[in-house]
């Protein structure tokens, strides 16, 4: 399971939902020179080759455009090197079943991952014994005070709400984000800092428990510009290039299909 979305990065061996071995770091430059290292570190730790694995799982999106490519690479390579088989995973309801694992007693996660610039991907979930969170809607991309309130509406409602103690608010964007959220919601069901990324026991479970989440294509999920795109005009002006022209052939290249 390899998992770089966010700067908590991890790698865990896992069978039947349980850990084997797992490394982590932290800092999201770190993912290209943590990922390989760590996955060879725990193989010979747990004295298996590479093509003694079942599958590869790796975790696509939302989230660090630089650690979603290079876990996604990794996990191509394997696929490539050993023919094995690499299913994604999305990261919301990894941080809802680091939720529901935190308050055991909770009816509802909320999982809110940071997305910069004030921003959220905001997704509520409900838990289903023995099985994998159960998303009521789509990722949506807010800010961070629209998403409190959101929430707000969704798990308090005077029409089958729930009380602050069967609710579970957690991820990098309640983190990031704690007074807009604390404003609006019951501080009894904002989680701590420390239950903001899923663990290692938590990435076990999803990738091969008995109530394991969802096989996803194993291709990147982008729900936002990146960086540099929302930057293009100011990077082209900076190489002594024409902002449109600069457009042009960020578009040309996206819709090229690959060699």
Known sequence: MLCAV???????????GRVRQARSAHGQAG????????????????????????EVACVRGPGS???????LALAEGFRLGGGLPVRGLDA?????????????GAKRAVAVVHAR????????FSRLAGHA????????????PLAARMALERLFSPAGGISPEEAAVAGSGLRNNREAFAAVLPG???????????DAAVLAAAATGPGRDASQPPEPVYLRQSDAEENLAAIARDRGMDPATATARLRSALSSPLP
């Open 133 to 144: 969170p159960v998303p009521g809607h789509p990722v949506r991309v807010l800010p961070a």
């Open 188 to 198: 009894a069901c904002l989680l701590s800092d420390e239950a903001a990324f899923p």
């Open 65 to 71: 455009f630089t650690g979603i490519r290079v876990s």
């Open 6 to 16: 966010e700067e908590a990065l991890c790698v865990v061996l896992a069978e039947a």
């Open 92 to 104: 919301l309801p990894l941080v809802a079943r680091r939720a529901f694992a935190e308050r055991p």
């Open 117 to 124: 610039r004030g921003l959220t991907y905001f997704q509520i």
């Open 31 to 54: 993912a290209m020179a943590f990922l390989a290292p760590a996955v060879a570190d725990m193989l010979a730790a747990a004295a298996l080759s590479p093509g003694e694995l079942a």
